[in-house]
């Protein structure tokens, strides 16, 4: 099998693999906090955080562990670096805590960290393994951020709000007013707003990569019949 | 051989256990006492918000008792009262109490009484409602919770202390008629307690004992 690079780790992250569009792992989390953009935000960073650690502790240690118990291993490596973060965000970043509340534990239960430490890291140097946890995870962030920026705009008609709750007083002014008067649309904001929001970004992906495709095949014809011209000219 | 496998499989278990278990006890050791400061400044936080320091000259926090009544405070937990004193004069007190049926679990009260009776001020201190509908209840995110201010029991009559879907006076969200409804109500019933208890909830306890430390950096 032929290493990937890694700007192609990066891209499957971000893009092709991505944990919330293509995998639909952490779904939990994912579901839960979009409901508007900051909170979205705030697990998606946590969970970046997260990734990039596990996947690096869990390359170096790759070596290490016998496959029979390395499930067991990673359970308790992610649960504890977990709970170091939640411990850490808790008293240095107290806002942010009151903000994200019990959601920061229930990143243990995001199957896509074991899922990447089984995947990808237990297989992979500790460099790789460190991009493809940013990526992932940067991958998840967006995509928790465009989920919940898209329920807060349809739910309640703003953007970034109670943004101060994560970046400080000076924040407060992020807050876009996107429809002014606007009655709210209470779907978008309730769990079922967020499967039917997820829904639709995946759909829109998978349209965006079918055009893609489309374009690229296209360019492959056109180039086919140039050099088919060329040659027929050239005879 | 498969014994000596499992032994050596055991050994890596036991070892990642306790790696792992030293990673947490560290940091919880590195971190503990900066939460606990944290939850003590942001209990003092809406302690001031709603009792000014201005108005007392005592520590609230050191003068506090613990009372327990199911019925009117919403828990059989006991609760706390911080106890505000100008010269030793009773000034307000603020009680923790608990609204048991909003919309998903407990949501805890900070609710500030003044000596008269009416409300100096009433805080969420913590909730789980739904995030973008009952959670306007959180000071942080709507100024709901002061329309409290300066309400008592006989300047509102029994049938105003509703929210306004009820026939009161009390706004409730759109799309959020039960979380305002059960603070509405736990407060009422807060007030009525404080109204039954209010010398014994001002005498009871120890003398204030005077604490360093707790009151540096406010005032």
């Given at each position: 099998?032929?290493?990937?690079?890694?700007?192609?780790?990066?891209?499957?992250?971000?893009?092709?693999?991505?944990?919330?569009?293509?995998?639909?792992?952490?779904?939990?989390?994912?579901?839960?906090?979009?409901?508007?953009?900051?909170?979205?935000?705030?697990?998606?960073?946590?969970?970046?955080?997260?990734?990039?650690?596990?996947?690096?502790?869990?390359?170096?240690?790759?070596?290490?562990?016998?496959?029979?118990?390395?499930?067991?291993?990673?359970?308790?490596?992610?649960?504890?670096?977990?709970?170091?973060?939640?411990?850490?965000?808790?008293?240095?970043?107290?806002?942010?805590?009151?903000?994200?509340?019990?959601?920061?534990?229930?990143?243990?239960?995001?199957?896509?960290?074991?899922?990447?430490?089984?995947?990808?890291?237990?297989?992979?140097?500790?460099?790789?393994?460190?991009?493809?946890?940013?990526?992932?995870?940067?991958?998840?962030?967006?995509?928790?951020?465009?989920?919940?920026?898209?329920?807060?705009?349809?739910?309640?008609?703003?953007?970034?709000?109670?943004?101060?709750?994560?970046?400080?007083?000076?924040?407060?002014?992020?807050?876009?007013?996107?429809?002014?008067?606007?009655?709210?649309?209470?779907?978008?904001?309730?769990?079922?707003?967020?499967?039917?929001?997820?829904?639709?970004?995946?759909?829109?992906?998978?349209?965006?990569?079918?055009?893609?495709?489309?374009?690229?095949?296209?360019?492959?014809?056109?180039?086919?019949?140039?050099?088919?011209?060329?040659?027929?000219?050239?005879? | 051989?498969?014994?000596?496998?499992?032994?050596?499989?055991?050994?890596?278990?036991?070892?990642?256990?306790?790696?792992?278990?030293?990673?947490?006890?560290?940091?919880?050791?590195?971190?503990?006492?900066?939460?606990?400061?944290?939850?003590?400044?942001?209990?003092?936080?809406?302690?001031?918000?709603i009792i000014?320091?201005?108005?007392?000259?005592?520590?609230?926090?050191?003068?506090?008792?613990?009372?327990?009544?199911?019925?009117?405070?919403?828990?059989?937990?006991?609760?706390?009262?911080?106890?505000?004193?100008?010269?030793?004069?009773?000034?307000a007190?603020a009680?923790?109490?608990?609204?048991?049926?909003?919309?998903?679990?407990?949501?805890?009260?900070?609710i500030g009484i003044?000596?008269?009776?009416?409300l100096a001020g009433?805080?969420?201190?913590?909730?789980?409602?739904?995030?973008?509908?009952?959670?306007?209840?959180?000071?942080?995110?709507?100024?709901?919770?002061?329309?409290?201010?300066?309400?008592?029991?006989?300047?509102?009559?029994?049938?105003?202390?509703?929210?306004?879907?009820?026939?009161?006076?009390?706004?409730?969200?759109?799309?959020?008629?039960?979380?305002?409804?059960?603070?509405?109500?736990?407060?009422?019933?807060?007030?009525?307690?404080?109204?039954?208890?209010?010398?014994?909830?001002?005498?009871?306890?120890?003398?204030?004992?005077?604490?360093?430390?707790?009151?540096?950096?406010?005032?």
């Open positions: 099998m032929a290493e990937k690079s890694l700007r192609q780790i990066t891209r499957e992250g971000l893009w092709g693999n991505n944990v919330a569009f293509v995998q639909i792992l952490g779904l939990c989390p994912l579901l839960a906090v979009s409901s508007n953009t900051i909170n979205g935000l705030g697990l998606g960073l946590a969970t970046l955080l997260t990734l990039v650690l596990t996947n690096t502790t869990v390359s170096a240690i790759r070596h290490l562990i016998r496959p029979d118990i390395r499930i067991p291993v990673f359970v308790m490596l992610i649960a504890s670096i977990v709970t170091a973060i939640e411990l850490t965000i808790n008293a240095f970043f107290n806002e942010l805590h009151a903000a994200l509340g019990i959601f920061i534990p229930l990143i243990v239960t995001n199957c896509s960290v074991l899922g990447r430490a089984e995947a990808f890291a237990s297989k992979n140097s500790i460099v790789r393994s460190l991009i493809d946890g940013l990526a992932m995870g940067l991958g998840f962030a967006i995509a928790l951020t465009l989920l919940g920026a898209m329920r807060e705009m349809l739910g309640a008609g703003t953007l970034f709000d109670q943004a101060h709750l994560m970046f400080g007083e000076g924040a407060r002014a992020l807050r876009l007013t996107v429809f002014a008067d606007y009655k709210g649309f209470l779907l978008a904001i309730l769990p079922p707003g967020a499967f039917i929001g997820l829904g639709l970004l995946i759909a829109l992906k998978n349209l965006i990569d079918q055009q893609l495709e489309r374009h690229h095949e296209a360019a492959m014809a056109r180039q086919a019949e140039t050099t088919g011209m060329a040659s027929e000219a050239g005879q | 051989m498969p014994l000596k496998k499992m032994l050596l499989s055991a050994a890596l278990l036991g070892l990642f256990a306790t790696l792992g278990t030293a990673l947490v006890a560290y940091t919880y050791e590195y971190t503990h006492e900066r939460i606990a400061q944290n939850e003590r400044d942001a209990l003092l936080r809406s302690l001031h918000a000014p320091s201005s108005r007392h000259d005592n520590d609230p926090v050191a003068d506090s008792i613990e009372i327990s009544d199911a019925t009117w405070l919403g828990s059989n937990k006991p609760q706390q009262v911080y106890r505000a004193r100008q010269q030793g004069k009773p000034v007190l009680l923790t109490a608990v609204a048991p049926d909003g919309y998903s679990d407990d949501i805890k009260l900070l003044n000596y008269d009776g009416t009433v805080r969420v201190t913590a909730h789980a409602e739904t995030p973008g509908l009952g959670d306007k209840i959180d000071e942080a995110r709507s100024d709901w919770i002061h329309g409290f201010a300066d309400r008592s029991l006989s300047n509102t009559t029994a049938k105003q202390w509703q929210v306004k879907k009820d026939g009161g006076v009390f706004d409730q969200f759109t799309g959020a008629t039960v979380t305002p409804r059960a603070i509405v109500k736990a407060v009422r019933k807060a007030l009525e307690y404080y109204q039954q208890h209010r010398d014994e909830l001002f005498e009871a306890g120890e003398p204030p004992v005077q604490e360093t430390g707790q009151e540096t950096g406010h005032g």
